[in-house]
């Protein structure tokens, strides 16, 4: 048996990081923590109970500092010192919604920009439990590894920011059009690519974990009588590869595979087929995405209009926008998912629950509520 906590997002400024408390009470052999564990923002930007030192980081130096200024939180402290931890990045580790060598900003020049990344990479490196195999050379540093627990699971840590492509349609909100399903859109790379296929084939384990950052699901975000659109930073503005990691997970007959997602601020739990809104489809995978641990602030545990957005994404079991963080067990028969939130992280004293949990079965990617 194997127990696991999911966790990303924790913005400094946005809240108290006291969801850890009850993490490390829950005795997790393993925390995944998905990306966004810092916030390279100026001082004050989201500052709603402490801030940020200085402008926004972009010296080797500051990057340190913001890591620092973080580990200071003694609930980070004593999460880290309870279990071992897998780390892989998202943006704000380097820089909001960066995609390869590319910045969010126009006019960005590029050497510098690199000189950027080369230094939040070697910061990240230090700060950060890793392998030696993660050594940064200059702006590169191979962050996607993979790990065992015996025979009962496989992970898969992936980095969906080093090497993807541009995000398609200006990063804007958008139907999955020409430049969305464009075939040589990439988060992965040819390289990492080849390497997950390679090692998910390889795979011994009962379970196959892909840890990673940005949702999978196709998730039409749109109002009731708007046409459909995605977001562009997620799988749906890579169309194409996120079809044919699908379609690989299926047709090599992967045993049980689960992805694990950060990035959104929210909580879901979705049915990934090759085309979402194709029911009569096969269910090909699992997709447990965990909500922030501090940023945004205080969520809610009501969403408006919920009945009527889940009715349009039948993939979609569960969704919710309080803070928190995904407790897991994993037996050779069954993954669960416990959502545990948190109704307070502006101030100390915030109480975490259970807010729903579900299960999968081996053999079977169905989502059943436990």
């Given at each position: ?35 966004d ?12 109970v ?5 402008p926004e980081?972009?010296?080797?130096d ?29 943006d ?8 390869a ?30 392998r ?23 992970f ?50 009962t379970w ?5 950052q940005?949702?999978m ?85 009501t ?38 939130v ?21 053999g ?5 509520e436990?």
């Amino acid at each position: 048996k194997l127990r696991f906590a999911v966790t990303s997002c924790q913005n400094f400024e946005a809240g108290l990081f006291t969801a850890y408390q009850q993490m490390a009470k829950d005795k997790p052999d393993l925390v995944f923590h998905l990306g966004d564990y810092i916030y390279e923002y100026a001082s004050g930007r989201n500052g709603k109970v402490r801030t940020h030192l200085g402008p926004e980081i972009e010296s080797l130096d500051q990057y340190r500092i913001r890591y620092a200024q973080y580990r200071g939180d003694k609930d980070l402290q004593a999460m880290h010192a309870a279990c071992p931890w897998f780390v892989t990045w998202d943006d704000h580790e380097f820089d909001n919604n960066c995609a390869a060598d590319i910045s969010e900003q126009t006019n960005v020049d590029t050497a510098k920009f690199l000189i950027r990344r080369a230094n939040a990479y070697q910061a990240y490196y230090e700060m950060m439990p890793l392998r030696t195999s993660s050594l940064p050379v200059g702006p590169n540093m191979t962050l996607y590894r993979k790990g065992s627990f015996g025979t009962l699971a496989e992970f898969f840590i992936l980095d969906t920011r080093q090497y993807r492509s541009d995000q398609p349609n200006n990063d804007r909100k958008s139907p999955l059009n020409a430049a969305a399903t464009n075939p040589r859109n990439t988060l992965l790379g040819e390289t990492q690519r080849k390497w997950l296929f390679d090692s998910m084939s390889a795979s011994k384990g009962t379970w196959n974990i892909l840890a990673q950052q940005v949702m999978m699901a196709l998730a039409d975000r749109s109002s009731a009588k708007a046409p459909a659109n995605y977001s562009m930073d997620q799988w749906p503005g890579y169309a194409h590869e996120r079809a044919a990691l699908l379609k690989y997970v299926r047709d090599h007959k992967i045993t049980n595979p689960v992805v694990l997602t950060g990035d959104i601020h929210s909580n879901w739990a979705n049915e990934l087929r090759v085309d979402d809104f194709k029911q009569e489809q096969a269910i090909i995978a699992s997709e447990f995405v965990t909500t922030s641990l501090s940023s945004g602030g205080n969520g809610s545990a009501t969403i408006r209009g919920l009945d009527e957005y889940l009715g349009r994404n039948p993939c979609t079991k569960f969704h919710n926008r309080e803070r928190g963080y995904i407790m897991c067990d994993v037996t050779a028969k069954t993954y669960t998912a416990n959502y545990k939130v948190i109704d307070e992280v502006l101030k100390p004293g915030g109480k975490t629950t259970s807010r729903a949990k579900f299960t999968v079965e081996a053999g079977t990617p169905k989502i059943h509520e436990a």
